[in-house]
């Protein structure tokens, strides 16, 4: 069965310091991925997606994501967190009909 | 241009009341969808409108949900009646273009069941 796979469910970091946002899919083929990010009372805003040729995605506000076929992975990053940045962060995977997300990840920074 | 609106934000009820849910897609787009967020769960579909037409309601969860899309605009999801299991989130998304998943969602509604 499809699924997404966001291990970790609360996030700390240092403001300036550097983000790793982990997701892992299970899918038979190689599905569209994305990473929405959720303010409070913001929707999901989309952060960028993945649907084929290079693996190194750039995204807005600074983020990307490296698609990894071998890992069945497709984590997030940022090399300099900012305050702003606190929220709320999904992976998901479009199989051609239908959404999987994650279970999400709460990112706190600190000062 | 407007986003996807979503109308209560917050909902509180208790059991066996009904309530009602209202999303406004992005003007011109056809396919709607409504998902649902579980405290501590992932967001799961629920179903899919292509105008106002179920393309998929497969994660429908039971009979006790509604949902409506008449004239090809908003939608309505109604819980009748409402279980505890059913506060979560509530989201729903809209796109122009269904095959590749640019979906645009809304800010949910929050519903509590007591």
């Known amino acids: 069965a499809q699924s997404v796979t966001q291990p970790d469910i609360h996030i700390t970091v240092s403001e300036g310091a550097s983000l790793e946002l982990r997701c892992n899919y299970s899918y038979g083929a190689t599905p569209y991925l994305f990473w929405y990010v959720q303010s409070p009372g913001q929707g999901l805003q989309l952060l960028l997606k993945?649907?084929?040729?290079?693996?190194l995605v750039q995204g807005i506000k600074g983020f990307e994501a490296e698609f990894k076929r071998s890992q069945s992975s497709f984590n997030l990053r940022k090399p300099s967190v900012h305050w702003s940045d606190a929220a709320e962060y999904f992976c998901a995977a479009f199989t051609g009909n239908q959404f999987y997300f994650g279970t999400g990840t709460s990112l706190t920074v600190i000062p | 241009e407007a986003g996807v609106t979503q109308f209560p934000s917050h909902s509180v009820i208790e059991k066996g009341q009904t309530v009602t849910l209202r999303c406004d897609p992005i003007s011109g787009h056809d396919n709607l969808y409504w998902y649902r967020r579980v405290m501590g769960k992932e967001i799961k579909f629920l179903l899919h409108f292509v105008k106002e037409s179920k393309q998929d309601e497969s994660g429908m969860p039971n009979n006790r949900f509604l949902a409506e899309r008449t004239g090809g605009t908003y939608s309505t999801l109604k819980v009748q009646p409402a279980e505890l299991e059913d506060s979560g989130v509530y989201f729903c998304?809209?796109?122009?273009?269904?095959?590749?998943?640019?979906?645009?969602f809304g800010p949910g509604t929050r519903l509590t069941v007591l």
């Open positions: 993945y649907f084929s040729g290079d693996t």
């Open positions: 998304a809209s796109s122009q273009r269904a095959e590749v998943g640019e979906q645009y």
